[in-house]
């Protein structure tokens, strides 16, 4: 899908019966985590086809088939691409409304996203609202990965602490996670109140319990309207 910033893959899932009202965008995680959850999100948007609702798993600029430079990803391209992505979804499918899911940084990304386009609910899973927050965890994981494969022998130097990377980030350069960069631009913008939002203002919306097959059972059962 060519857009004014760049090509976004996508992967549009339609239902084989009758399609309904109500489209899923499905927002991935950031760096190495979204590899991780891939599968999770291409199973929901699966599922949800299966009960009749269309669903777009669009991959960020950045990453995999899409364009331009992992290094350049940051909160607000992550929110840009998923609204074009909504768009397309849209324009594709004739659906009504568009519900967005995410995992972890994908779920901020998929509430921000809600709030832009006005949709009707909104997906989360464990979701984590605070960017800043997230980034850090992501550096403690990398950090401590490092540190043990160290003192098990491994070759090279020991990893730096997670306070030193964000030193390094803090000082303006890039790190590396896992051969996944992230730019300290990125970092920054992450800790502001720039376009992708304060997550952690916004209150998720209560859990159903429910997996993803019986969330979409669920709204396949309800009238067409909803």
Not at 55 to 71: E, I, K, N
Request: hydrophobic share 40%.
């Amino acid at each position: 899908l060519p857009t004014p910033a760049g090509r976004i893959f996508l992967t549009l899932v339609e239902p084989l019966r009758e399609r309904r009202e109500i489209g899923f965008l499905i927002c991935h995680s950031f760096a190495y985590e979204q590899l991780d959850l891939f599968r999770l999100d291409l199973t929901f948007a699966r599922l949800a086809a299966a009960a009749g609702f269309p669903a777009v798993y669009f991959q960020a600029r950045g990453y995999a088939d899409s364009g331009g430079d992992l290094g350049e990803a940051t909160p607000a391209s992550h929110l840009r691409d998923a609204l074009e992505a909504a768009d397309h979804l849209r324009r594709r499918t004739g659906v009504d409304a568009v519900v967005p899911v995410g995992a972890r940084w994908g779920a901020g990304v998929a509430l921000a996203a809600s709030e832009r386009i006005g949709a009707p609910g909104v997906v989360l899973w464990n979701p984590s609202l605070d960017p800043r927050g997230y980034l850090d965890d992501l550096l403690k994981v990398f950090s401590r990965s490092r540190i043990a494969g160290k003192s098990q022998g491994a070759d090279g130097p020991a990893g730096p602490t997670r306070e030193q990377l964000q030193a390094a980030l803090a000082s303006g350069a890039d790190v590396d996670l896992f051969g996944y960069p992230l730019s300290s631009y990125c970092y920054r913008e992450a800790a502001s109140d720039g376009p992708i939002l304060a997550f952690a203002a916004s209150a998720p919306p209560r859990s159903s319990g429910r997996s993803g097959s019986g969330f979409c059972a669920c709204l396949s059962s309800a009238p067409s309207s909803t």
